[in-house]
């Protein structure tokens, strides 16, 4: 028996050490470290963003000269690195700023990766962040939006997202439009949950709007997973505001729509701080509810042939949702990060992040509306911007402002069900 | 009194009568056989996800989904009664809670695994509507949610109290050995009280689909209200359980209206913990 066990053992770790040096023979792989939420309340995000994220390997790891625009698409594999390919180490943070920590370190330590990208919720990429910083591998944030982020003097933090300043700017300026086209823009109410998200973000644009002479603000707050939104809608019908700008994750922009609903309340404008206004569960479970609701985006999906909308038709095909801002961005900061690892020409990680700091890309390499990529000092893109969108008909949200980049007319007043 | 705050108060009676319909399983449990169901929310979240089948491959509306929440989790209740609830009974409180617990992860991930984390809902017209009367706005769904909700928490109090079937439940609650070598088999009833307490959360849970949305996690959010119903009204108490619901759904609404939204929940578990140090038994239950 024991003899039979033994046996056994000892072809387990033949075949093993065969099936290394196998492995060691294949081409070079650059691994990268992905850190999501996988799992608890808002794994949907995650699993969107990992369908996304296979796309853009894709991409870079397979010749896609119908975008040749882009970095890294012409060819197979990175140019920079004997055309090495890119391999995703995708790790669940599990919506826990403890289990984002460690699945950094485990990132870092045991699976050896180059380079993190994460985390989706601004808490779980605080805590990540701080393990990357300590062994000195670059991380690179696409989409948490929380200030105090690029605030903290890291040496090896970047972040391609647009940020609650940018937002302030944003809504000034089209709040300035809608009026100068007949809306009434004079009082606005911040509905927002009580998260970092909701609390930073309203907190920054009460500010911004006030340095810019917007006095008429009135702050609703709430409990973000809600049971029940009815005082807050009810307080919303009674104060009659011009403007009302959401500030929410998916469960509760679902609630709000429908209590709206229920309760027949229909703001002249209502306008939404993306999140989960650009969750297509959300779309499909009260879009025909939400008809006319503007949001914050950076991607459009753009005349037939560009970039954005060839991307978008493959994200579409591999997922089989529409192609949106949260995974737009992601696939975005993706690809900045590994156009550095192929521009350092090295898996160094001094070399990747003195790349990172060199990154100048232009609107036209890019599948986002940001107006290029430039990190400054604090690892913040400068050059992040987004636009603003309109769910037209309940389905599918169109590009509206600015003028420049809109397919179509904003439609006002707010249209509802 | 203006007439938003009649709208407030009424949405919050609507509002309780679904917490103590969903509230009211988890305290017929605890008064038969003194377990702490922590599975109790995501039974809930089982009745929503049983009525949005029902509505998305046979098109049905409450009238089959929420019988059909009912059927499986009574069968469910019976299952979960044999299969794990009999025997940890037996061990040490920790177990117990630790057993539920677990069931609660098993129930939550395998529906997470079947049905992926998007987040569902049934369309808003499948109920009815809203009613205006006298410009208050009544919700269709809210409003069967509610009415339901008082019938069965009446329908159990009177099956508790008024039956013979009620009065041998209670008898093995209250001494099982007693009741044993008087002809009744504990194992049956508390089988039966779980079955009707797994019901109740399927009727539930189908009934709060028509207003709520529906994701894998929802019954972390519910199940804390439950557990927070019942201890006010009185753990084992069912009337308590209905009493409560109304209070804490009125005062979240007022609340949240009059104070501000993100101090509702204050102030409930402020009103709360003080009406347990006065009345550590609950509303109506026993010392």
Known sequence: MALKLATRLLCAAVLSVVLAGGAQAEDKVVKIGVILPMSGSTASIGAHAKAALEVATDIINNAHPELDKLPLANNAGLAGLGGAKVELVIADNQGSPATGQNQALRLITEEKVVAILGAYQSGITLTSSAIAEKYGIPYLTPESVAANLTERGFKWFFRTTPIAPDFVRIYDEFLSDMKAAGAKTDTIALVHDNTEYGTSVANTITAGFKAKGRTGVIDVAYAVNATDVQAQVLQLKEKRPDVVLMISYTSDAILFAKTMQSLDYKPPMLLADDAGYSDPSFIKAVGKLSQGVFNRSSFAVGPAGSPSAVIADMYKKKSGEEMEDTVGREMQGFFVLVDAIDRAGSTDPAKIQAALKATDLKPEQLIMGYKGVKFDEKGQNVLASAYIIQLQDGENYVSVWPKGNAEKAPLMPYKGW | ?287
């Open chain 2, 1 to 287: 009194m203006s007439f938003v705050l009649v709208q407030v108060i009424v949405g919050g009676l609507l509002l309780g009568a679904v917490y103590a319909l969903f509230s009211s399983g988890l305290t017929l449990v605890w008064g038969m056989m003194n377990i702490v169901n922590f599975a109790h929310g995501d039974f809930v979240m089982l009745g929503m996800y049983v009525a949005y089948v029902v509505y998305t491959l046979m098109g049905g509306g409450p009238i089959v989904g929420a019988p059909l929440a009912v059927l499986v989790l009574a069968t469910l209740g019976v299952v979960v009664y044999f299969g794990l609830i009999r025997d940890i009974m037996k061990g040490p409180m920790l177990a117990q809670i630790l057993g539920t617990f677990g069931l609660a992860l098993l129930l939550r991930y395998s529906v997470f695994w079947w049905f992926g984390a998007d987040f569902k809902s049934l369309p808003q017209n499948i109920v009815g509507g809203t009613y205006a009367v006298a410009g208050l706005r009544l919700e269709a769904s809210r409003l069967l949610a509610g009415i339901v909700a008082m019938l069965v928490t009446l329908g159990l109090h009177l099956l508790l109290t008024r039956t013979s079937l009620g009065s041998k439940m209670l008898a093995v609650a209250e001494d099982a050995t007693a009741a044993q070598l008087m002809g009744i088999r504990p194992d049956t009833m508390q089988a039966i009280a779980w079955a009707i307490a797994a019901g109740a959360t399927g009727l539930a849970g189908a009934l709060i689909a028509n207003f709520f949305y529906i994701v894998p996690t929802v019954g972390e959010t519910l199940g804390i209200v439950a557990f927070v119903t019942v201890s006010l009204g009185g753990f084992g108490s069912v009337p308590g359980a209905l009493v409560a619901g109304l209070l804490i759904g009125v005062i979240e609404s007022l609340s949240g209206f009059l104070i501000g939204a993100v101090y509702k929940d204050i102030v409930v578990y402020i009103l709360f913990l003080f009406f347990l140090w006065f009345r550590p038994q609950g509303l109506m239950g026993k010392m």
